[in-house]
Nanobody
Framework: HVQLVESGGGSVQAGGSLKLSCTTRGHTTGGACMGWFRQAPGKEREGVARISPGVIFYSDSVKGRFTISSDVAVGTMYLQMNSLKPEDTAVYTC??????????????????WGQGTQVTVS
């Protein structure tokens, strides 16, 4: 049974920083594609970033401000979010698929999802 457990959301003022974590339980993450999606009220879900060995993707809206990383030894992925803007306000959800990101094209490719964590920037 694969479970993704998130932490690190919260409220911050514009220009501030937050760091999200997502731990995969029930399966090793070596070689997996792990990513973050976000969804704001009234908006479509957006792929923010994803990572697998040798592959990192960022959406244009967060490039240069957010950094995704992972620690396979502890099965945890991180999203360091700097220079936050009000438009970054959303529910952030981590996701995982046990193959590389080069084979992934969108949210339908991810079978495992976290519970979501709220990020509010004012």
């Amino acid at each position: 049974h694969v479970q993704l457990v998130e932490s690190g959301g919260g409220s911050v003022q514009a220009g501030g920083s937050l760091k999200l974590s997502c731990t995969t339980r029930g399966h090793t993450t070596g070689g997996a594609c792990m990513g973050w999606f976000r969804q704001a009220p009234g908006k479509e879900r957006e792929g923010v970033a994803r990572i697998s060995p040798g592959v990192i993707f960022y959406s244009d809206s967060v490039k240069g401000r957010f950094t995704i990383s992972s620690d396979v030894a502890v099965g945890t992925m991180y999203l360091q979010m700097n220079s936050l803007k009000p438009e970054d306000t959303a529910v952030y959800t981590c996701t995982n698929v046990f193959r590389g990101c080069a084979t992934v094209s969108g949210p339908a490719d991810f079978p495992y999802w976290g519970q979501g964590t709220q990020v509010t920037v004012s």
